[in-house]
């Protein structure tokens, strides 16, 4: 989905994600570069093609389709769909497209077992539950797991992942070790029982904070784009090599007064405490600007921050720009980044909105993107 009709302009600084994947990958065996939901809006093809030139040799997408994108994009690496092969379609274009699907179920290993042809097995990604609770095979499924195997000359194993809680909240880390010492339970019982594959259990967080987790591949998001998963925590300076790769600015239609004691936007929300002068963003809840930001979060404007006055609209939003010199219609009002000392961060505006620097990225990256390197 593209929306189309906004001022909005979201650029992506291709080179800093460059320079994320390269702190990342100093820090680990291979990192491979998490690219699912159009590359977290920052732009599938694009990021793809710049991770591949800073040596990524594998990227996961979510669904087949995605898969599909990639490789018709040009991506020669290796691909993961981390969704897995949902019918034997997919499971097809995964044997044509050599598109490595995580599997979660025997009924799926058999589906995609029976869509190899004779000349080789379709390599496939197993996925553990360890604590997350979401999808994968339990460590008490590892009997009837191999029990199977013989049957499904199709499929190799090639991956065996599992995904962590809260590998971001470092008080909480208990239940992260748990979750590793099952999955290293797990990956011992296959090895011991002849199979061998690759093991991955690191996201963003767990790549940053948790070495010992590292096995043979990581899975990093986030930190990709450059928000740090730690932020807020005692562990936050593990991720403070990060640069964020989305500036979001927009122009400013209109400079006017708004006289002490009058009020602002839908429902009369704000009103100016003292003689004040606003300014009105073309911005709003369509460009997925949230309108929980109404009266919250703040813009920068000609480098400085312009706190947003009443509710956001449809298509326009208010800040107030009293205490900032020089403002005048065509200026940038930026809702995210910006050039200058004092950026919005990602962390900053999903504070504000209520929500994760992942869904500020995934809804403002709706928006028609430009990208710089
Ligand atoms: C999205 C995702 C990741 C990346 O997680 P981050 O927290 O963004 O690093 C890794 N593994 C799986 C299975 C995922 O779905």
Known sequence: MTISYNNISVRIHLDRIRDNFTLLRNLATQPIGVIKSDAYGHGLLP???????????????????????????????RVIALLGALTPEEAC????????????????????????TDEAPIPVALKFDTGMARLGFSEADIPAIL??????SGIKVSIVASHFAVSDEPEKEDYTREQHATFSRIIAALRTAGQS??????????????????????????????????????????????????DVGTPILQVHDLPKGKTISYGRTFTAPR???????????????????????????????APIAGR?????????????????????????????????????????????TYEVFCLLGLNPKTFSS
């Open 47 to 77: 990021v793809a093609n710049t991770l591949a030139a800073a040596g990524a040799r594998t990227l996961a997408v979510g669904t087949v389709g995605e898969a599909v994108k990639l490789r018709k994009g040009g991506f020669d690496g």
């Open 147 to 152: 029990e199977a195997l013989p049957s499904l």
């Open 93 to 116: 274009t995964c044997r044509i497209g050599h598109i490595v699907p995580f599997v979660f179920s025997l009924e799926h290993l058999r589906m995609i077992s029976d869509a190899a």
């Open 275 to 305: 003689d004040m002068r606003v300014a009105i963003a073309s911005v709003g809840y369509a460009d997925a600007f949230s309108r929980g930001l109404s009266n919250k979060g703040t813009m920068i404007v000609n480098g400085q921050r």
């Open 312 to 356: 956001v609209c449809m298509q326009m939003t208010a800040v107030d720009v009293t205490d900032i010199p020089k403002v005048s219609s065509g200026d940038t009002a930026w809702i995210l980044g910006g050039p200058c000392e004092n950026p919005v961060t990602p962390e900053e505006l999903a504070a504000a909105w209520g929500t994760i």
């Open 197 to 246: 594959f690759e093991a991955t259990i690191a996201n963003s967080a767990g790549l940053l904070a948790y070495p010992e987790t590292h096995h043979e591949l990581q899975r990093p998001g986030i930190a990709l784009y450059g928000a740090n998963p730690l932020h807020g925590t005692a562990n936050e300076h593990l991720g403070a090599g990060l640069h964020p790769a989305m």
